[in-house]
C-alpha cells in the first residue's frame, strides 16, 4: 500500500484545488475595433483584470482590439449569437436595433462636453438602454463612453459649408452619419473603420470625419492636409453585454460587471477629453493644418433635417436632451 506523507498530501490538495480554479473560470470575450494605443483598449484590459480580481477568478476576460473578431456590424451581431460577450459600440449601430439611441449620435445636438456628460448620467438614456434590451431580446447597455467631437479632415480647406459641395467623405456605416454631409451637400460614403486609411491613401474617398483623438491613433493625418474643426457631432461609445452572457450570471456577478464597466466608461471619459484637449497643438506640431470653421453656418444648415422623416427618436425625445 502507498503511504502519503503529510506534505506530499498538502501539495496533492493544492495542486487540485488550482487545477480545480483554473477550470472553473469562464472565459469572456470583450471585441472593439479600436487600435491598442487608444483610452478605450488601455481601460478595457484594466477592467479585465479588475473582473478577475473582484470575481475571484471566476472570469476571465479576453480583450480583442482593432478589429481582431470583426467589424462593428459584425461584433454587434455576435452579441446575440454569443460568438462575443461584451463591445464597445456607436450609439448608432445599437440604434438598429432601438431607434431612439440614435438622438445623441445626431449632428449638433449638444452644446458642450458638460451637456454631453449630464445625458450620459440622465434618466433618459436610461430610458433608452432599456427599450434597447427588450428590442435585442436582453442585451445590456453597461457605460457610455466619451468618444469626442467629430471633425472632418480633407485635403482641401474647409471653412464653410459650401466648401463641402460634392466631397465624398467616409462616414460610419450606419444612417444618423450621412444626415450631416447631405445637409451640407457632400456625398457620404460608408467605409469600414479598418479600412479608412487605405481609402483616404488611394482616394477612394475625399475626405472623413472623427475626433481628434482617432485622427491621431489611426494616423489619418499622415495621408490628409486639412483638419477642419466642424464639431459636428459630440459622439460616445457604450458598453455592451450580450443577453446570452449577461443574463447567465449570478446577481452578485451581473452587479460586478456593472460596476467594473461603469468605471471603465468613466476613466474611458476622463481620458479621452483630456487627449481632445491637448491634440490640437500637437497637430500644429506635426505641420498639419488645423482649420477654424464658421461652424454656426454649419449649424443652421443641419438643424433643419434632424426632426425630419429620417428622425428615429420622437420630438419629445428631443426636447428633453435639450432641456438637460
Known amino acids: 500500500m502507498t503511504r502519503f506523507s503529510p506534505l506530499r498530501l498538502t501539495l496533492s490538495i493544492g495542486l487540485a484545488t488550482a487545477a480545480s480554479m483554473a477550470q472553473a473560470a469562464e472565459t469572456v470575450q470583450w471585441a472593439h475595433v479600436y487600435e491598442p494605443s487608444e483610452a478605450y483598449h488601455h481601460w478595457a484590459e484594466w477592467g479585465a483584470e479588475q473582473i478577475a480580481e473582484r470575481t475571484d477568478g471566476r472570469y476571465e476576460v479576453e480583450v480583442f482590439p482593432a478589429s481582431t473578431l470583426g467589424k462593428e456590424v459584425e461584433i454587434n451581431q455576435g452579441l446575440v449569437l454569443g460568438t462575443v460577450d461584451i463591445i464597445y459600440t456607436g450609439q448608432s449601430f ?18 458642450d462636453y458638460e451637456h454631453w456628460k449630464a445625458y450620459a448620467d440622465s434618466d433618459l438614456l436610461a430610458e433608452f438602454a432599456d427599450g434597447y434590451r427588450q428590442a435585442s431580446g436582453g442585451n445590456v447597455i453597461l457605460g457610455d463612453c466619451y468618444y469626442g467631437q467629430r471633425h472632418v479632415t480633407s485635403n482641401t480647406p474647409i471653412v464653410e459649408p459650401a466648401d463641402m459641395e460634392g466631397l465624398k467623405i467616409r462616414v460610419p456605416n450606419a444612417p444618423i452619419y450621412s444626415l450631416f454631409p447631405r445637409a451640407v451637400g457632400a456625398q457620404p460614403t460608408p467605409v469600414a ?17 472623427n475626433p481628434l483623438p482617432t485622427i491621431r491613433a489611426k494616423k489619418f493625418y499622415e495621408v490628409q492636409d486639412y483638419i477642419n474643426l466642424t464639431g459636428h457631432v459630440t459622439g460616445s461609445n457604450l458598453i455592451v453585454a450580450g443577453g446570452p452572457f449577461f443574463n447567465g450570471l449570478s446577481e452578485e456577478d451581473q452587479q460586478i460587471f456593472r460596476e467594473v ?8 471619459s476622463d481620458d479621452v477629453r483630456e ?50
Not at 195 to 202: F, H, I, K, N, S
Not at 261 to 268: D, K, Q
Not at 291 to 318: I, S, Y
Open 94 to 111: 445599437a440604434a438598429q436595433t432601438y431607434g431612439s439611441l440614435a438622438l445623441s449620435d445626431a449632428p449638433f445636438v449638444f452644446r
Open 193 to 209: 473603420f479598418s479600412e479608412v486609411y487605405l481609402a483616404l491613401q488611394q482616394g477612394v474617398v475625399d475626405a472623413q470625419e
Open 261 to 268: 464597466l461603469g468605471e471603465v466608461a468613466r476613466n474611458v
Open 275 to 324: 487627449q481632445e484637449l491637448a491634440s490640437i497643438d500637437w497637430f500644429k506640431e506635426q505641420g498639419v493644418e488645423v482649420l477654424e470653421v464658421e461652424r454656426e453656418a454649419f449649424r443652421e444648415k443641419t438643424l433643419p433635417v434632424l426632426n425630419g422623416d429620417e428622425a428615429t427618436w420622437t420630438q419629445e425625445q428631443f426636447d428633453r436632451l435639450q432641456a438637460l
